[in-house]
């Protein structure tokens, strides 16, 4: 199957003196690698006794837990120790080892994380991962939506570092070291797809990361399948069955000749050492991963080292998305006679103009009521009870291996053949729900409530937090005088219509101004506030004295207030946020910078990154430059990794949460200035300019 994939006040003291408590950390680090784990930490009660008040300490202090581990990282696996303190984590690469010494330098640019911390406030999940068909790994996602993966020496490793995540370090964050089929079984991701409240893609990436697929290892990367079978065509026909490929088979038996020969193989099979088998080779490896990838960094980087700094022979290098199909279907073409033509960009399908245009197509008809129909019988041939048979149930138990040449053998030829999912069920799949007997979850008829205002001041700003879970679900609305009232949400549409100011507190809320006066020129922006995934916060900004606020609505006053820019604050936007109520907060200015900070869901408070619990004075966590005039609009995503932001009749930049700079687009017309920013499911970027003017980016 096809493999897819997606300062400026300088130096001063206190920024010198967490360098050295760093640098001294790491060498306390290494000092405490560990000769016996067994001597350090001998019972599991020892390690779950860690008080809630060590979150206080400051990231230099003690290490608690250290343990030797290998971080995998693409084709690299670095050895080193892993180390955690009362707040934080922390790898430290072994440079002398034999491996890390013969790693190509120019691996290293694209080796994060080789002297890597981690604060425990951004830890969002923790899940047990295989490696090298072993369940000896970790897999830990942090709140930029990237994960780093750790492998270790055993499994008994593996539970003690999940035991110390979930006493209280790591509270809040999900920490799992349940099996494949023991997450499937417990979720209700499988019924949320058949009800279709979920895509195919979503259902897909996530049956892909329960089964342990990981960007972390390139033998582990998430597989999808072919979905079109027509590459021939000027222009696609979605409706047509004929263009989509039989998911009730694997790619080698789409072709009956080729069926035909794997089968008499099996058949005919007569060694005495080697089980018969099917297919030679497995779908998912590195090499065909990199394969796919090679007109990207850093893959492409990677398949030259795994090549001896060469490309492979033309013929045998993707180009052709047509070719590609044709060649999962039939023999290898080692042997075909060199045309002649140059290997540059990849060559498309007619019905395909452009790259983006391909990706288009193909996201549609993975989501079209045929591949709806017939998924499932797919995800039993990967994931599903279709994946072993007798032979393939056995599993290599390398523990048992003492020899290491014999072992260091073993393992080189799983890295190099591949690694199957786990296998998620031994039943088959249920199918997905037929479109035509759904009932739409929202009619005209329906409506939720409808909020009536004393006041005729125009409603500026609208907030609707009315997820169940919260303790209070409901909409909060800003007029243009500044005056905030809190709505409660009623889902049921019989129950009358409501509003919190029927209650003597809530009405205390509803004639609450906002404190201090916002400039003038700003005044009918809509840009400068956000509310709190819990209702309980706004963040306002346009402040005549450069700053803005935190505003608890429970008792209308304000808790604190920032001077992070040197002009007038402009807008301000929050991402999406974790189980604990954490995400980013950017705010634009006309300085010209963005400043990004951290939201601390649990203290209800914009805290510190180094020190979470520091609610004084908290550092920003990024600064983003580029724009020479007002930042007039923001969108960020923790999801994404990414911060978009407009200024004032100029372009919109793309930078990392981490302030890199990944793109511009330049504005169409000079005159005009962006208000709104929103990228669609599909990656693009939609632009709201003045006078309503909207432009898609690709």
């Known amino acids: 199957e096809a493999t897819q994939k997606s300062s400026f006040n300088g130096i001063n003291d206190d920024l010198i003196i967490s360098f050295i408590q760093?640098?001294?950390l790491l060498k306390q680090l290494k000092q405490q690698k560990i000769q016996n784990f067994n001597q350090t930490i001998t019972d599991d009660d020892e390690i779950l006794q860690v008080d809630e008040k060590d979150l206080d300490q400051d990231f230099s202090g003690p290490i608690r837990f250290s343990t030797e581990c290998s971080l995998i990282?693409?084709?690299?696996?670095i050895r080193g120790t892993l180390a955690m303190t009362h707040n934080a984590m922390l790898f430290d690469a072994d440079e002398y080892d034999e491996s890390f010494t013969k790693i190509d330098s120019k691996m290293f640019p694209y080796i994060d994380n080789i002297h890597g911390k981690w604060h425990f406030n951004e830890i969002r999940a923790i899940f047990s991962r295989r490696y090298l068909l072993q369940d000896k790994a970790l897999e830990i996602f942090v709140s930029n939506r990237t994960s780093v993966m750790f492998a270790f020496i055993d499994r008994s490793i593996v539970k003690k570092s999940c035991k110390l995540f979930t006493s209280s370090w790591c509270w809040w964050s999900r920490t799992s070291l349940a099996s494949a089929k023991q997450l499937?079984?417990?979720a209700n991701m499988t019924q949320r797809w058949q009800r279709r409240e979920i895509s195919n893609f979503e259902y897909l990436m996530y049956l892909n990361t329960i089964a342990g697929r990981t960007y972390q290892d390139l033998n582990q990367y998430p597989v999808f399948p072919w979905i079109i079978a027509d590459y021939e065509s000027e222009k696609l026909?979605?409706?047509?069955?004929?263009?989509?490929?039989?998911?009730?088979?694997?790619i080698g038996a789409l072709n009956p000749t080729r069926k035909s020969f794997f089968i008499e193989r099996y058949n005919n099979w007569e060694s005495d050492t080697i089980p018969p088998f099917h297919y030679g080779t497995h779908y998912s490896t590195v090499a065909f991963t990199l394969g796919w990838l090679i007109r990207l960094k850093p893959f492409a980087t990677f398949y030259l080292n795994l090549q001896e700094g060469k490309f492979d022979h033309a013929n045998r290098l993707f180009h052709s998305i047509p070719l590609s199909w044709q060649n999962c279907q039939r023999y290898s073409s080692d042997g075909r006679t060199e045309d002649g033509i140059k290997v540059d960009d990849v060559i498309l399908p007619k019905w395909a103009q452009m790259p983006e245009d391909f990706i288009r197509i193909n996201q549609t008809a993975l989501e079209f009521e045929f591949v709806s129909c017939h998924l499932h019988h797919w995800i039993d041939l990967i994931f599903g009870y279709k994946q072993r048979g007798p032979e393939a149930a056995r599993a290599v138990n390398l523990d048992s291996i003492t020899n290491p040449k014999d072992r260091a053998a073993?393992?080189?030829?799983?890295?190099?053949?591949?690694?199957?999912?786990?296998?998620l069920l031994t039943e088959p799949h249920p199918p997905r729900n037929s479109a035509m007997n759904l009932t739409p979850m929202i009619t005209p008829e329906d409506v939720s409530m409808i909020m009536k205002f004393s006041s005729n001041a125009p409603i500026i700003h609208v907030s609707a937090n009315t997820n169940p879970t919260l303790s209070i679900q409901a909409i909060i609305t800003i007029s243009n005088k500044h005056n905030f009232s809190i709505n409660k949400y009623h889902p049921n549409a019989s129950t009358p219509t409501q509003t919190y100011s029927e209650s003597s507190q809530a009405s205390i809320h509803q004639q609450t101004q906002l404190p201090l006066s916002m400039d003038s020129i700003l005044g009918r922006l809509i840009l400068y506030f956000v509310v709190t995934a819990d209702n309980r916060y706004i963040i306002s900004t346009g402040y005549w004295d450069k700053s803005f606020c935190v505003q608890n609505t429970d008792i209308a006053k304000i808790t604190q207030v920032f001077y992070g820019h040197f002009d007038i604050v402009t807008c301000v936007c929050r991402s999406e946020v974790t189980i604990a109520g954490n995400c980013f907060l950017a705010t634009g200015s006309r300085d010209c910078t963005v400043c990004i900070w951290i939201w601390n869901g649990t203290n209800g408070a914009i805290v510190d990154r180094e020190y979470p619990n520091q609610e004084i004075n908290p550092s920003r966590a990024a600064i983003l430059t580029g724009h020479d005039r007002e930042i007039t609009c923001l969108w960020i995503s923790a999801e994404l990794g990414i911060v978009l932001s407009g200024s004032e009749l100029s372009l919109v930049l793309q930078h990392t949460l981490n302030s890199d700079i990944l793109r511009s687009?330049?504005?169409?017309s000079k005159i005009s200035t962006p208000r709104l920013l929103s990228p669609s499911n599909d990656g693009d970027i939609i632009v709201c300019y003045d006078r309503s003017k909207l432009c898609l980016y690709t």
């Open 410 to 423: 073993i393992e080189t030829q799983i890295r190099n053949f591949g690694q199957a999912p786990a296998q």
């Open 237 to 250: 026909d979605l409706n047509s069955p004929s263009t989509y490929r039989d998911l009730s088979k694997p």
């Open 665 to 668: 687009f330049e504005n169409p």
């Open 73 to 77: 990282c693409g084709i690299n696996i």
């Open 184 to 186: 499937f079984r417990s």
């Open 22 to 24: 760093e640098e001294n």
